[in-house]
Each structure stands twice: as structure tokens, then as C-alpha cells.
């Protein structure tokens, strides 16, 4: 049965009934499936003018004579082992209940469940044979070859391994092995043998197991050191690594002569030798760049030849020649047959594709068109697809209005697994200046520089919208409120942004100066019939000016308003408390009475004329426009009397209030206090109070007018000695 090379859900769940009916002798051959034609590659023999390039469904997990054997890892949905023919390019799934196990150059998948070991014939694609597990009890198979299975037991006490031949007529221990031998493992299947290597009191050795007798046979040390890295022989030339950073070391058997190459410190040394040539290369693709990572050969004299730009993994071919997954920047990656040809020189020939390049790719970009960040308060995944991880990754995102940035550099390998070959940036929607990210459109580019020094940087671009809701005193319309300080005549905005901890946190940003000529600043809201809250300044003469707030986040041009505004001590302003959709401003004289200015939304005359809406308010030292924090749609206004308690005074819309009540004691604790509009996004309008000490702390508004504030939090950001202007 052939299934498609990433099976979908269904797929797999029929594949799983494939294991019942395969188990009970049904034939594995799937029908042919026709491989993608590609382009010869420049860069290594071309393949046939008729033959079409093998598919490639995951990583090479061995070959036999008639096609090789792939594992797909895919994470919860399992792990899927095929065998692509080389006639036709189909790819058989192997069922796979618990594990697979192969010999590499058989025809021979043997699949394991809890009850049996069958093994299929993968030329054919049935099934010749199944063993019992109680046949196995406390053995490892190895694999088969033909009906034939090897498995291998240990002693529990002693370490000592016994290799065993399970033929079909017979199953016998494999003779010649000393019983004392350890660390026995077999290597390729070469007609009716396979290779077999063991230790015996710390000395390697190899020999050649005979299946047809199982007889071991032509026991001889090995040529290489005792746990060498890497190493491998030809009857003319050897090759070896004895540690992770040693020279590799050719040898010429004929003559004796010898040479060394500095791989430097290799992490998956790839070591094979095809006649006189030495095969290196360090599958070390996914960190930092490898003086070894392209596949070379090398003859003792020093002659050499590049064959691929890039290794996975290399396994030995029946028939003496390799098989290499690796890839080259030009044809990309995929399996590639290395052989000596008529020429005496090595070349690689490309039989297999994955459809993977190995240049840095970008794929198509999954970044939102719009990023609502009030629905995503914590953050937002932006993902790219990237050929591969190895990969130092460069993310900008630009405010194309105000041009600010956020930027940021990522080593997507070393990260949380995410997803195959994809680069994810948590951007937390603040940027660079800790500001959160403003409004509007943005330009993002991300940059993939190839951690491997293999080809050229990959850059992609695009665009995207970050909305969020307005905020009545936001200044750089990204939805969060700003605070207006005034210290020593300059003027910051603070703005106020969610962090770790203990919560809220402020960015200030210096944005005027020679502000000690008023005597009086008051933030008012938008008052101007702008979409920016603006604020009012009183100079020392008793004049009132306008300042409107501007698309760079401060104030333009001082407009005036009017003269004879010595004769208040409190003025405040931000609350609609008329229910006109505008914000209108009350003040209090020396007399105690309190007074109205009614809102017009009109800047050359932003207030009506007054109208007196109370008395007896000199009891107050501090009055703030809270917004609306009662529940009600009329704006409220809170007061602080001379013993320290906080009173809230209910709008009832007409511009006048309900009877006062009562919020709490303590509150002479703080120099300043002033409110701030909505900083948590739950639609009520909060409260920031700052004490002698330059601490500020911030009251969440609750909606409830019994109790309007949440328990204070801590407002990091630095030194609040200030005062507070709304």
C-alpha cells in the first residue's frame, strides 16, 4: 500500500489497519508512485536523460539492494519508517507498532509489536516471517536479512554477548564468537554475510558471520584504536580519527605512507574510504560553522575533491559504493550515491530529493495582516518559515509613522521546539524604547544569516497593522495612558505599560522644556475636538492656554484662552460630566465655591462660561476628574480633605453630583495623586498616587462606586518625584 509522503490523519489511521493486515501475510507492494522530475544538479554527475529523481520522506535509516529505508519523525502522530524502491520510486510505509529494526544492506524491515517480530521482504513486500516474543525474551533484534534473524543477548552479570541466528529451519548461536566477547554490533550485509565487530578484554576486533552456517570467520584485530571516533578501510587505504579533535589520518597499505588533515573539533564525524580515496566530512550542521561540514575525498598525496557542501548522514551500499544524505547549495538537499568512476576520481551522483534546499530559504510569510494586541495582551507569535534553523536570525519591525523599532536577533536551533523549520518571534508588543508598540502600519524584515557560513543570508519583508483600542489620555496612540510630570520647569510623558513586575511599569520620554513659567498644569483629555488629549497651563499673570497634544506624542503651539484664572487654587479636568460625549473642567476659588466649565470641543473657545455647581469644596487640598470609575455614564471626581481621606463625588450627567462618599483614610500619605485613563483594559479609569518618597503607586478602577479601587500595586519605572499633571 503507498501513502502519501506527509500522510495526513486519515492516512495514518488507515496505515494502522495496514499493521493487522500485513501482520497476517498481506503484500506491502504499494503501486508505483511517480517521483518529481528535477534539473540535473551542476554541482555532481547529472542523473539519467529519462530517469526522474527518488523521494526522499525524512532521514536515510539505511539501504539494501533494491532501495533504502527512511524514518519521518512526526512528533505526536508518530514515527513513520518507508522503504523507497529503487525501480519505480515507491515508498512502502513499514508498519510499526513499537519499533523497526534493519541491517543495513539488506532487502530485509523487520517490524516489532508486543506479541511478534515480522519480517518483510521489502522486494517483494510481503511478509516471510514472523517470530514470538517469547522466542526473544531478553534479546535485542538486530535485524534480518532474507527470512533469516539476528538478534543479539548480554549477560546481566558478566557483560559477555552471544549472537543469535534465528534461519528458518534452525536457530542457532553464532559460532567462532568468544564468549567473552562485548560490544558486539554487525555493519553492512554483503551477499550471504555480514560484517560483525566485538571487544575482547578491551581489544577490537572484526570478522565476517557466514548466515548460511552461522559461522564467524576471518577474525582479525582491529586496524583502529580503541574507541576511535571514526575510521574505515579499503584494501589500499585506511582512515581514521581517534578523538573528536585529533587530525584525521590516511594511510597508503602499500607503502606506509601516511598524512593528516585538521578537522578541528568535530561533533558527527563522517569518516568512509572508497579505494585510494578518504572520505570526510562533520555532520555538525546546526551550530556553528565546521571547517569539515562539506564532504570531501582525499587521497594520501594530498589530491583532493569537494562533493557536496553539506552531510547528514552516510551509509555503505552493497555494492561498495555510499549513499549520502547531504545536499549541495545548488541542487539542494537529498541522497547522493558516491562512487570512483573510470577516471580514478570520486563523484557524487544525485538518485534522491527531499525538495529541501540547502541555502537559506524564506517560505511564505505567516504574519497577520492585522494584530489585534488588545485581544493578545501578553504578546503575539510571529512565525516565518526558514529552509533550516542554523540560522542567526535578525527581526525588525518598523512604525512606519514615527519610525521606532523593535529589533531583535534569534538562534531559532537553540530555542524551544517550535516546529520544523520554523523561526517564532513572542514579540511581547513593546519596542525597542519599552514603549508599547503603537498604532498603525508597521514594515517588518527578518534576516537569516547561515550560522554555518554555508551561502548567502536570506532576507524577507512584508507589512503588517497593529490596531488597538483609543485611550482617552494616550499621547502616541497605543492604547495605553499616558501620565504628564512636570520637574524642574521640563515636562515628560510617562508612558504606562504592563511589565513582569510588579505589573505596570512606566517609559519616560522628556518632551518640553521652560514649563516653570505656569504656575498651574492640568491635563484635560481631549477638549480640542482632536482625537489627542490636550492640556491647559495657567501662567503667572492668571492667563489660561491650550496646549493640543500632537502626533509626536507632546504638545504643539500654545493657543489662549482667557485671563482671570489667578483666582482658583484647584483646578481638574477630564470628566464628561454632562454626558455630551466632551470633557469638561471644574475648579475651585479662595470662597470654597466650585465651579463648571462645560466642554465645547472647539479649540479657539474650548470652555463654555462657567456655571457655580457647589460650595464649601475649600475643605478639599486636592480635587482630581477621575472619568467615570462609579458605573454611571457621567464622569465622577474624587477629593482629598485635610485629615487624609479620599471622597468620590458621583456625576449625575447634569453637572452637578450625588452626596459624597466615602473611599478611604491614609491618602495624605501621597504628595500628588491624579487619574489615569484605563491602564488594564477593563474599560474603568484608574488612579496613581505618588508619596514623598518619589514611589508611585497605581489603583486599579473596579466599576463598583462602593469600593472604586482595587489594593495598590507598585509602579516600577523609576523616581516619581514629580508632580503629577492627569
Known amino acids: 500500500m503507498t501513502l502519501p509522503l506527509r500522510p495526513t490523519r486519515r492516512a495514518l489511521a488507515v496505515a494502522a489497519g495496514t499493521v493487522l493486515a500485513v501482520t497476517a501475510g498481506v503484500a506491502l507492494t504499494p503501486p508505483a508512485v511517480a517521483a518529481p522530475a528535477v534539473a540535473a544538479p551542476a554541482a555532481v554527475a547529472a542523473t539519467g536523460a529519462t530517469e526522474q529523481l527518488l523521494p526522499l520522506p525524512g532521514t536515510l535509516a539505511g539501504t539494501g539492494t533494491s532501495g533504502y529505508l527512511t ?250 559504493s555510499l549513499l549520502v544524505q547531504g545536499g549541495t547549495l545548488a541542487d539542494g538537499q537529498g541522497l547522493y550515491r558516491v562512487r570512483v568512476g573510470a577516471d580514478g576520481r570520486p563523484a557524487a551522483t544525485r538518485i534522491a530529493s527531499s525538495g529541501k534546499p540547502v541555502k537559506l530559504t524564506f517560505g511564505p510569510s505567516k504574519i497577520p495582516v492585522v494584530l489585534d494586541l488588545d485581544k493578545n495582551r501578553t504578546g503575539v507569535d510571529l512565525d516565518w518559515p526558514l529552509s533550516r534553523l542554523n540560522a542567526e536570525v535578525t527581526v525588525t519591525l518598523r512604525h512606519q509613522r514615527t519610525g521606532k523599532a523593535r529589533t531583535t536577533v534569534l538562534y531559532p536551533s537553540n530555542n524551544d521546539y517550535v516546529a520544523e523549520n520554523l523561526v517564532r518571534f513572542a514579540w511581547d508588543g513593546t519596542l525597542d524604547s519599552g514603549e508599547r508598540a503603537f498604532n498603525g502600519a508597521y514594515d517588518w524584515t527578518v534576516t537569516a544569516t547561515p550560522r554555518d557560513g554555508l551561502g548567502p543570508a536570506a532576507t524577507a519583508s512584508g507589512s503588517f497593522t497593529v490596531a488597538r483600542k483609543a485611550n482617552a489620555s494616550d499621547l502616541t496612540d497605543n492604547g495605553s495612558p499616558d501620565l504628564i510630570v512636570r520637574n524642574n520647569g521640563d515636562l515628560y510623558r510617562l508612558d504606562l505599560t504592563h511589565s513582569d513586575l510588579p505589573g505596570f511599569g512606566t517609559v519616560r520620554t522628556e518632551i518640553g522644556y521652560a514649563w516653570g513659567l505656569y504656575d498651574r498644569v492640568e491635563t484635560t483629555r481631549n477638549i480640542a475636538g482632536s482625537a489627542l488629549p490636550d492640556l491647559v497651563a495657567r501662567d503667572k499673570k492668571g492667563g489660561l492656554w491650550l496646549y493640543q497634544g500632537d502626533s509626536s506624542g507632546g504638545y504643539g503651539v500654545r493657543s489662549w484662552i482667557g485671563g482671570g484664572w489667578q483666582v482658583y487654587d484647584q483646578i481638574a479636568a477630564g470628566s464628561d460630566l454632562n454626558r455630551d460625549g466632551r470633557p469638561d473642567l471644574v475648579a475651585t476659588d479662595r470662597t470654597g465655591t466650585l465651579w463648571l466649565y462645560q466642554g465645547t470641543g472647539v479649540a479657539k473657545a474650548p470652555f463654555a462660561p462657567r456655571t457655580k455647581i457647589g460650595h464649601g469644596w475649600n475643605t478639599y487640598d486636592r480635587v482630581a476628574a477621575t472619568g467615570n470609575i462609579g458605573g454611571d455614564p457621567s464622569g465622577d471626581l474624587v477629593a482629598r480633605d485635610r485629615s487624609g481621606v479620599l471622597w468620590l463625588y458621583l456625576g449625575r450627567g447634569d453637572g452637578t453630583f450625588a452626596a459624597r462618599t466615602k473611599i478611604g483614610g491614609g491618602w495624605n500619605a501621597y504628595n500628588d495623586f491624579s487619574s489615569v485613563a484605563d491602564a488594564n483594559g477593563n474599560g474603568v479609569d484608574d488612579l496613581v498616587g505618588v508619596n514623598s518618597l518619589g514611589d508611585a503607586k497605581l489603583y486599579l478602577g473596579t466599576g463598583n462606586w462602593r469600593a472604586p479601587y482595587t489594593r495598590p500595586q507598585e509602579l516600577s519605572g523609576g523616581d516619581y518625584d514629580d508632580r503629577l499633571l492627569g
Open 71 to 320: 524514518r519521518e519523525d512526526l512528533g505526536n502522530e508518530g514515527v513513520f519508517f518507508r522503504w523507497v524502491r529503487y525501480s519505480d520510486g515507491a515508498a512502502t510505509l513499514v508498519p510499526n507498532d513499537y519499533t523497526v529494526r534493519h541491517l543495513n544492506g539488506s532487502d530485509s524491515v523487520v517490524s516489532e509489536d508486543r506479541e511478534t517480530a515480522t519480517i518483510h521482504d521489502m522486494t517483494t513486500g510481503t511478509v516471510v516471517r514472523t517470530v514470538p516474543n517469547s522466542a526473544l525474551y531478553q534479546q535485542y533484534v538486530l535485524g534480518a536479512v532474507g527470512s533469516t534473524l539476528l538478534s543479539l543477548s548480554t549477560d546481566g552479570t558478566t557483560g559477555f554477548q552471544k549472537l543469535r541466528v534465528y534461519r528458518p529451519d534452525a536457530t542457532t548461536l553464532a559460532t567462532g564468537l568468544p564468549a567473552d566477547a562485548k560490544r558486539v554490533a554487525v555493519g553492512t550485509v554483503r551477499g550471504g554475510t555480514v560484517a560483525v565487530s566485538y571487544e575482547v578484554d578491551s581489544v577490537p576486533y572484526k570478522a565476517v558471520l557466514d548466515l548460511a552456517t552461522s559461522t564467524l570467520s576471518g577474525a582479525e584485530r582491529s586496524p583502529f584504536p580503541l574507541n576511535a571516533w571514526a575510521g574505515d578501510q579499503s584494501e589500499t587505504t585506511r582512515a581514521w580519527q581517534k578523538s573528536n579533535n585529533a587530525p584525521l589520518l590516511i594511510e597508503d597499505l602499500r607503502s606506509g605512507a601516511r598524512s593528516s588533515v585538521d578537522l578541528g573539533n568535530t561533533y558527527r564525524p563522517v569518516v568512509r574510504v572508497l579505494g585510494d580515496w578518504a572520505l570526510f566530512a562533520d555532520a555538525r550542521n546546526f551550530y556553528e560553522p565546521s571547517p569539515v561540514q562539506a564532504l570531501r575525498a582525499r587521497t594520501v598525496s594530498g589530491e583532493e575533491v569537494r562533493l557536496l557542501d553539506t552531510v547528514t548522514k552516510a551509509v555503505d551500499e552493497p555494492d561498495g
